[in-house]
T-cell receptor, first 112, second 114 residues
Framework: GQQVMQIPQYQHVQEGEDFTTYCNSS?????IQWYKQRPGGHPVFLIQ?????EVKKQKRLTFQFGEAKKNSSLHITATQTTDVGTYFC????????????FGKGTSLLVTP | KAGVTQTPRYLIKTRGQQVTLSCSPI?????VSWYQQTPGQGLQFLFE???????NKGNFPGRFSGRQFSNSRSEMNVSTLELGDSALYLC?????????????FGEGSRLTVL
């Protein structure tokens, strides 16, 4: 079945360093979404990418959607302690567009 | 606007019991989805409802069921609980109708099965 994979599983950085997480789908996606979950919290929607090759920025966060619409990345410039959490990518299920398939997430730890 | 509200937030049950979890979506959102989150499996889709109709069900046994009411509120039920059902159950609502759009999650109901 359709799979959404993320790497790395964990990342530990010093505050101020950059961070990137990568997401790959086994099938072409109509869109890809990114969520952030703080420790003890719930996933919070960050952004949705729809177009092939799309790049969107939110302050220090840069999101990219691959040309083939099968991969995506999230890059954080100059991490801060407030960036701590798990970042998930998700894409519509190929069998049913009403469900999202989530990657297992990348847990980011930032030490001051 | 109030966010997605889930009750109860925490509950402890024993094997063989059943549990009902409740979700009130954001006002105006008619799509409600349920996800199970565990450390090993991550976020797994349970089911999605729109206008009281279940449009899709994930790969979970029949012990997991749900429904949606005319006011878009939703409930999910797990019968004959097993230890492996211990998880965070997340409800999410969406303003999108035709395809899985951005999800607004509630804080979740953390179920512990002893």
């Amino acid at each position: 079945g359709q799979q959404v994979m993320q790497i790395p599983q964990y990342q530990h950085v010093q505050e101020g360093e950059d961070f990137t997480t990568y997401c790959n789908s086994s099938t072409t996606l109509s869109n890809i979404q990114w969520y952030k979950q703080r420790p003890g919290g719930h996933p919070v929607f960050l952004i949705q990418l729809v177009k092939s090759g799309e790049v969107k920025k939110q302050k220090r966060l840069t999101f990219q959607f691959g040309e083939a619409k099968k991969n995506s990345s999230l890059h954080i410039t100059a991490t801060q302690t407030t960036d701590v959490g798990t970042y998930f990518c998700a894409g519509p299920n190929s069998n049913s567009g009403y469900a999202l398939n989530f990657g297992k997430g990348t847990s980011l730890l930032v030490t001051p | 606007k109030a966010g997605v509200t889930q009750t109860p937030r925490y509950l402890i049950k024993t094997r063989g019991q059943q549990v009902t979890l409740s979700c009130s979506p954001i006002s105006g959102h008619r799509s409600v989805s349920w996800y199970q989150q565990t450390p090993g499996q991550g976020l797994q889709f349970l089911f999605e409802y729109f206008s009281e109709t279940q449009r899709n069900k994930g790969n979970f046994p029949g012990r997991f069921s749900g429904r949606q009411f005319s006011n878009s509120r939703s409930e999910m039920n797990v019968s004959t609980l097993e230890l492996g059902d211990s998880a965070l159950y997340l409800c999410a609502s969406s303003p999108r109708q035709l395809v899985a759009g951005e999800l607004f999650f509630g804080e979740g109901s953390r179920l512990t099965v002893l």
